[in-house]
């Protein structure tokens, strides 16, 4: 069954560490997205992807990096951490041949940043 | 810009009885938007409930139904008997025909009560 799978599950992390959320997607979408969740604001976009070495910034990809090596996996990179990157974060395929169709979530990460 | 707007949560509502989240967008860079809900069951990612693409249609899935009013910009997600099963986090998001990536409102937390 075609999927989207996050790792970690749960990460914590100290304050200017490095941080990589991973994903990999066997849906053989082009498109892939980087939310994040916070209470008040629900899903914002982050950074996106149109295919392998494709990252394009979303509505707030400042202290977030991305990379896209492959159709399969796109990473989401916090270079130095801060406790304000303490949040939900979910990756997301769409089909780029299909621009209405839903798109399939994982299961997120829960990182904290101390 | 693009934006959705939903029901504060939390929403807590007794079982068998019934259930309204309000959903309201803006479309200025859009010209078709395309409607969804997705709902998202503790530790797992979003998925997709139901979807409207065309302006007067209603969408169904579950015993959920939503229609698409362009008149008023709204797509309000209706249930006519709640059970326990559906207390989960729903959220309204917005794409196009063209690919935008979909914005989501912040998400109803639904509590369903015995």
């Known amino acids: 069954e075609a999927a989207v799978t996050q790792s970690p599950r749960n990460k914590v992390a100290v304050t200017g560490g490095k941080v990589t959320l991973s994903c990999n997607q066997t849906?053989?979408?082009?498109?892939m997205y980087w939310y994040r969740q916070d209470t008040g604001h629900g899903l914002r976009l982050i950074h996106y992807?149109?295919?392998?070495?494709?990252?394009e910034k979303g509505d707030i990809p400042d202290g977030y990096k991305a990379s896209r090596p492959s159709q399969e996996n796109f990473s989401l990179i916090l270079e130095l951490a801060t406790p304000s990157q303490t949040s939900v974060y979910f990756c997301?395929?769409?089909?780029?041949?299909?621009?209405?169709?839903?798109?399939?979530f994982g299961s997120g990460t829960r990182l904290l940043v101390i | 810009g693009d934006s959705v707007t939903q029901t504060e949560g939390p929403v807590t509502v007794s079982e068998s009885e019934s259930l309204i989240i309000n959903c309201t967008y803006s479309?200025?860079?859009?010209?078709?938007?395309?409607l969804f809900w997705y709902v998202r069951y503790p530790g797992e990612g979003l998925q997709l409930l139901l979807k409207?693409?065309?302006?007067?249609q209603k969408g169904s899935s579950r015993g959920f139904e939503a229609t698409y009013n362009k008149e008023t910009t709204s797509f309000h997600l209706q249930k006519a008997s709640v059970q326990e099963s559906d207390s989960a986090v729903y959220y309204c998001?917005?794409?196009?025909?063209?690919?935008?990536?979909?914005?989501f409102g912040t998400g109803t937390k639904l509590q369903v009560v015995p």
């Open positions: 997301a395929s769409g089909d780029a041949y299909r621009p209405n169709s839903d798109y399939t």
């Open positions: 849906n053989n979408h082009n498109n």
């Open positions: 992807s149109y295919g392998a070495g494709s990252t």
């Open positions: 479309a200025t860079s859009i010209a078709y938007p395309n």
């Open positions: 409207v693409i065309t302006a007067g």
């Open positions: 998001a917005l794409g196009s025909n063209s690919g935008t990536y979909q914005r």
